[in-house]
C-alpha cells in the first residue's frame, strides 16, 4: 500500500497517487491518481479496504446462489431472447452456482475465478467459450456492484483470454468430393454456387431467378453492392431445374421434418449451416465445416488455378485488398493434381468460371470451352509482357 504526492493539477487541485489491495492479496490491484490530498486519500482507502472486506454497506450475508438468482430475474425482465436467458441460466444457476452456491457472493475471489476459468481451458474449452464465461461473470459483478450488493467486482482484475484471428479453413477437392457424395440430393444444388463461385451464405438462400442469366450470374452482396459473376451454362442449368417458387427464389427448403406443416419453405442461414454440417459428419469431415468454409475454399482453389488476387477480390466482393491476400497460401497447391479428386460436374463448371475470371470479364457465353478461356488468358498475359 502506497501513497505519493503528486504536483498540483492546471487548475490548482491537489493530486495524489495510491497504489494498494482493498480486498487483500487475492483481490484487485487499484492503481489510481486522486483528486485530493494525502490525509483525504488515507480516508478514502480505508472506505475502500472496509468495504471490501465486508465491513461497509456493501457487505451483507448474500450467497452467491442467492446473487444468481436476482441476477437471473434482473434479466428476465429487461425482456432479453429466450436462448440468451437459458444459456445465462445454464452457466451461471447450472454450473458456476453448483460450484460457488452457498459460498458469500463477496468471499468470491479473483484468485477463485482464475482457478475456474483455468479448469475450462485444461478440459480444451474453446477461447471463445472461456470468454463468455469470463464475460457473463464480469457482467453479474458489474451489476451487483452498482447496487451495492458486494463491495467490489473480482472480475476486474482478470484479463480477457485473447481470441487469436482464426486462420481461413478451407476443404481441398478431395475433402469437398467426400462432403458432395455424403449431401442428399437437396442440398447439391446449393453446394455448386458456393464452391464454384465462393458465394455467401445469405447470396445463395436469397438468390432471386431473375438474377441467373445466360452467361452471367448477378449478386446482391453484403453492404448492398452488385457484382456480376460468370455463369456457365451447366451452372444455369442447375440452377434454373429448381422448382419455380411465388416470390422467385432459385432454392427452396424442403420439408424433411414430418409434422411441421407451418414451417417456411424458406432456407434460413442455420437451417444451411446445419444441413452441411450434417453432410460433414457424415463424410467424416470436421465439425468446423459451414457453408463459409466453401466460400474459403472456392477462394482457395481460384487463386490455385492462377487467378490474379484483384480479380478474385472483385468476384468474392472483399471490400478490402488485404483480405484477398491471406488466400496467398494456395499458390503453393498443385491444383491439376488435386482437380482430379472433384466430381465431374463441379471441375466443368470450377473451369468455365476461373477461364471468364482469367479473361477478366464475368460474362460466359454458351460456347466458350475452358480450353478456349485459358488461351485467351495466356495471349493476355502475352501482351502485358
Same mark, same amino acid.
Given at each position: 500500500?502506497?501513497?505519493?504526492?503528486?504536483?498540483?493539477?492546471?487548475?490548482?487541485?491537489?493530486?495524489?497517487?495510491?497504489?494498494?489491495?482493498?480486498?487483500?492479496?487475492?483481490?484487485?490491484?487499484?492503481?489510481?491518481?486522486?483528486?485530493?490530498?494525502?490525509?483525504?486519500?488515507?480516508?478514502?482507502?480505508?472506505?475502500?479496504?472496509?468495504?471490501?472486506?465486508?465491513?461497509?454497506?456493501?457487505?451483507?450475508?448474500?450467497?452467491?446462489?442467492?446473487?444468481?438468482?436476482?441476477?437471473?430475474?434482473?434479466?428476465?425482465?429487461?425482456?432479453?431472447?429466450?436462448?440468451?436467458?437459458?444459456?445465462?441460466?445454464?452457466?451461471?444457476?447450472?454450473?458456476?452456482?453448483?460450484?460457488?452456491?452457498?459460498?458469500?457472493?463477496?468471499?468470491?475471489?479473483?484468485?477463485?475465478?482464475?482457478? $475456474?476459468?483455468?479448469?475450462?481451458?485444461?478440459?480444451?474449452?474453446?477461447?471463445?467459450?472461456?470468454?463468455?464465461?469470463?464475460?457473463?461473470?464480469?457482467?453479474?459483478?458489474?451489476?451487483?456492484?452498482?447496487?451495492?450488493?458486494?463491495?467490489?467486482?473480482?472480475?476486474?482484475?482478470?484479463?480477457?483470454?485473447?481470441?487469436?484471428?482464426?486462420?481461413?479453413?478451407?476443404?481441398?477437392?478431395?475433402?469437398?468430393?467426400?462432403?458432395?457424395?455424403?449431401?442428399?440430393? $437437396?442440398? %447439391?444444388?446449393?453446394?455448386?454456387?458456393?464452391?464454384?463461385?465462393?458465394?455467401?451464405?445469405?447470396?445463395?438462400?436469397?438468390?432471386? %431467378?431473375?438474377?441467373?442469366?445466360?452467361?452471367?450470374?448477378?449478386?446482391?452482396?453484403?453492404?448492398?453492392?452488385?457484382?456480376?459473376?460468370?455463369?456457365?451454362?451447366?451452372? %444455369?442449368?442447375?440452377?434454373?431445374?429448381?422448382?419455380?417458387?411465388?416470390?422467385?427464389?432459385?432454392?427452396?427448403?424442403?420439408?424433411? $421434418?414430418?409434422?411441421?406443416?407451418?414451417?417456411?419453405?424458406?432456407?434460413?442461414?442455420?437451417?444451411?449451416?446445419?444441413?452441411?454440417?450434417?453432410?460433414?459428419?457424415?463424410?467424416?469431415?470436421?465439425?468446423?465445416?459451414?457453408?463459409?468454409?466453401? %466460400?474459403?475454399?472456392?477462394? #482457395?482453389?481460384?487463386?490455385?488455378?492462377?487467378?490474379?488476387?484483384?480479380?478474385?477480390?472483385?468476384?468474392?466482393?472483399?471490400? #478490402?485488398?488485404?483480405?484477398?491476400?491471406?488466400?496467398?497460401?494456395?499458390?503453393?497447391?498443385?491444383?491439376?493434381?488435386?482437380?482430379?479428386?472433384?466430381?465431374?460436374?463441379?471441375?466443368?463448371?470450377?473451369?468455365?468460371?476461373?477461364?471468364?475470371?482469367?479473361?477478366?470479364?464475368?460474362?460466359?457465353?454458351?460456347?466458350?470451352?475452358?480450353?478456349?478461356?485459358?488461351?485467351?488468358?495466356?495471349?493476355?498475359?502475352?501482351?502485358?509482357?
Amino acid at each position: 500500500m502506497s501513497l505519493t504526492a503528486l504536483p498540483r493539477s492546471r487548475d490548482g487541485r491537489p493530486r495524489t497517487r495510491v497504489d494498494f489491495y482493498p480486498a487483500g492479496r487475492e483481490g484487485p490491484r487499484v492503481q489510481r491518481i486522486l483528486r485530493m490530498g494525502v490525509n483525504a486519500a488515507k480516508a478514502w482507502m480505508r472506505e475502500q479496504i472496509a468495504a471490501h472486506q465486508g465491513n461497509g454497506p456493501a457487505g451483507g450475508r448474500r450467497t452467491f446462489g442467492g446473487l444468481v438468482e436476482e441476477f437471473l430475474q434482473s434479466r428476465r425482465r429487461k425482456g432479453l431472447s429466450d436462448s440468451y436467458l437459458v444459456e445465462l441460466e445454464r452457466d451461471l444457476a447450472s454450473t458456476m452456482a453448483g460450484r460457488w452456491g452457498k459460498k458469500l457472493a463477496k468471499r468470491v475471489t479473483t484468485r477463485m475465478i482464475e482457478e $475456474y476459468l483455468d479448469e475450462l481451458v485444461e478440459k480444451e474449452a474453446k477461447p471463445g467459450t472461456v470468454k463468455k464465461h469470463r464475460q457473463e461473470l464480469f457482467t453479474m459483478f458489474r451489476w451487483a456492484t452498482r447496487r451495492r450488493l458486494v463491495p467490489f467486482n473480482p472480475v476486474e482484475a482478470i484479463e480477457p483470454p485473447k481470441l487469436g484471428r482464426l486462420k481461413h479453413e478451407w476443404l481441398p477437392p478431395a475433402a469437398f468430393a467426400k462432403l458432395w457424395d455424403h449431401s442428399p440430393d $437437396y442440398l %447439391r444444388p446449393m453446394l455448386v454456387p458456393a464452391i464454384t463461385l465462393g458465394l455467401r451464405s445469405a447470396e445463395i438462400r436469397m438468390l432471386p %431467378r431473375s438474377r441467373v442469366l445466360p452467361g452471367m450470374l448477378r449478386v446482391h452482396g453484403k453492404g448492398n453492392k452488385e457484382r456480376e459473376l460468370p455463369c456457365p451454362p451447366q451452372l %444455369r442449368e442447375v440452377l434454373l431445374a429448381q422448382p419455380e417458387r411465388p416470390d422467385g427464389l432459385v432454392f427452396t427448403r424442403p420439408g424433411i $421434418y414430418h409434422g411441421q406443416a407451418a414451417r417456411s419453405d424458406i432456407w434460413t442461414a442455420d437451417a444451411f449451416t446445419r444441413a452441411v454440417k450434417t453432410a460433414a459428419r457424415k463424410a467424416k469431415l470436421d465439425s468446423g465445416v459451414t457453408p463459409h468454409t466453401l %466460400r474459403h475454399s472456392a477462394t #482457395s482453389w481460384m487463386v490455385a488455378a492462377g487467378v490474379r488476387l484483384r480479380v478474385v477480390q472483385e468476384a468474392l466482393g472483399h471490400e #478490402s485488398y488485404t483480405t484477398t491476400l491471406r488466400y496467398e497460401h494456395a499458390r503453393y497447391m498443385d491444383w491439376e493434381e488435386e482437380k482430379r479428386a472433384l466430381p465431374e460436374n463441379i471441375t466443368t463448371i470450377s473451369l468455365h468460371v476461373m477461364s471468364a475470371l482469367a479473361r477478366g470479364g464475368p460474362q460466359m457465353s454458351a460456347d466458350t470451352t475452358p480450353a478456349e478461356g485459358q488461351e485467351a488468358a495466356a495471349q493476355k498475359a502475352d501482351r502485358a509482357k
